[in-house]
């Protein structure tokens, strides 16, 4: 049995005691149960696994793999898997960059199947993948019983990294707007109706940039790159994490009336 991450009271003084505890609690959770024997697994096998075929054929390192990008739903998709695996990067025509989740290309590229320089045997690969693994599958353990920790989790690792990752300010935004747990954080921590999504993708990239310069004072995606402006985030959205969303019954085309009109 894997270790339960304990979270006794949500809220932001519930993250807080989350964050006291976190190094104590994911050691535990990686030295138990399942996180354990998939990392002894991992680290045994993966040198030998030379194909995308051979790797989705062996489901325990093939949870590790999926489980360190966040793609562990995944895990029944095995021809999709396969192919994302084996198509490579190289080209626009190849399927990891014509998904819209960046993180199919993030693992097709790390492991190089498809790109002609297979990585699992390299030094260091085995270390890099299982440790992305603990991190990625404790935010999920922390989420069976607070969803909304595992999301401002997901956030701090996230937005840290895509903040400072050298693309578009545009791109960085849209990145958030393609990514369920980012978005989701955004629109909690901005009050932005649960059918936001629903407006035009331009409208929502300048509603997002215009409630960014509201509650930290710039339309810069990069601020969230400063920790003490990413804890402000993460705080607001726990502080509305509890609270019903508003207007759920309205149009796409009347939400964006009303952000239009400053609502």
Known sequence: MSFQPVTPIGGYAGWMMLNRTM????????????????????????????????????RQLLSVALG??????????RYFITRILSDGTT??????????????????????????????????FADLIT??????????????????FRFALNAQRELAALATDGSSDATRWFSVL???PLRTVFETAFGLPTAFGAIDIDLQLETMRDRADRYFGSRDFAQ????????????????????SGTQTGLSGAAIAVQLLGGA
């Open 23 to 58: 190094a104590t609690q994911k050691a535990a959770y990686a030295a138990s149960g399942e996180p354990a024997r998939n990392v002894e697994a991992f680290r045994e096998r993966i040198a030998g696994i030379t194909t995308a075929e051979e790797l989705v054929a062996d």
């Open 178 to 180: 393609g990514s369920k």
């Open 91 to 124: 080209d626009s025509t190849d399927l990891a960059n014509r998904v819209s989740n960046k993180a199919y290309l993030s693992l097709a590229r790390v492991f190089g199947f498809g790109d002609g320089t297979v990585h699992t045997g390299d030094e260091g």
């Open 131 to 148: 440790a992305q693994y603990l991190d990625r599958s404790f935010e999920v353990a922390v989420g069976d019983s607070n969803e909304s």
């Open 68 to 77: 360190a990008f966040g793609l562990q739903d995944d895990i029944n998709s």
């Open 224 to 243: 969230f790159s400063d920790p003490d402006t990413l804890d402000r985030l993460v705080r607001q959205y726990l502080a509305r994490a509890d609270a």
